[in-house]
């Protein structure tokens, strides 16, 4: 089985860049998720799909900040004019369509920005 | 809004002792889910237990337990006869639940040091 892999794992951009994440899910799957975790917090959520429809979005989710996920499988996060604030780490996650409540999300390794 | 607090910041505890790692939270809504998850200094989160708010009974996998408190809103979770292996970041989690919602609030977390 594989897991949820995310890349790239590391990325240092310069303040001002652009820059994208790709989160790829378990494979059958059909909900994804995105968070953004900061040093010494746990994480937040920023937006979730249900196969390629954007269902909820965070106010945490500025307009620079960007997500989609075109045939219901991989997504990308991206985020536009890249400030010092934006250095975390972005988490991705997956799950199935909860049934009777459950709903386990299964992480990605994230990707560690870095805005100098 | 939902609100997860974790009050213990760090925790040392002695190899084999059972840890018990405080959760309490807050929603209006009676339909909602509480999950405990790992994050080893490598960075991904590793789901340990779900508790769901209809659920009777206290949820258990292997050496964890969820001390599930409704009307105190706590979800404590317990941790038995401890290895080194579980020195790690614990962080307790609520799913939203209706209206479509599905991001998970996280607290900010428990840094557990088993020492031998």
């Known amino acids: 089985d594989t897991g949820v892999s995310q890349d790239p794992r590391h990325k240092i951009t310069k303040r001002g860049q652009n820059v994208t994440f790709r989160c790829d899910p378990i494979s059958e799957h059909n909900r994804l998720y995105w968070y953004r975790q900061t040093l010494g917090q746990g994480p937040e959520f920023l937006t979730y799909f249900q196969n390629e429809a954007q269902l909820e979005k965070s106010r945490l989710l500025s307009d620079r900040f960007s997500a989609e996920r075109p045939k219901g499988s991989f997504s990308t996060l991206e985020i536009q004019r890249t400030e010092q604030g934006d250095s975390a780490m972005y988490l991705c996650a997956s799950s199935r369509q909860p049934l009777a409540g459950l709903n386990e999300q299964y992480f990605g390794p994230g990707t560690r920005l870095t805005v100098t | 809004a939902q609100k997860i607090t974790q009050t213990q910041p760090g925790m040392f505890v002695q190899e084999k002792e059972a840890v018990t790692l405080d959760c309490t939270y807050d929603t209006s809504d009676p339909s909602y889910g509480l999950f405990w998850y790992k994050q080893p200094s490598s960075g991904e989160m590793i789901f340990l237990i779900y508790?769901?708010?209809?659920?009777?009974q206290n949820a258990t996998e292997g050496r964890y337990s969820l001390n599930f408190q409704k009307a105190r809103k706590s979800a404590n979770l317990v941790i038995s006869a401890s290895q080194l292996g579980d020195s790690a970041m614990y962080f307790c989690a609520m799913r939203y639940s209706g209206g479509g919602a599905d991001g998970l609030t996280f607290g900010k977390g428990t840094h557990l040091i088993i020492q031998p």
């Open positions: 508790q769901g708010s209809y659920d009777q």
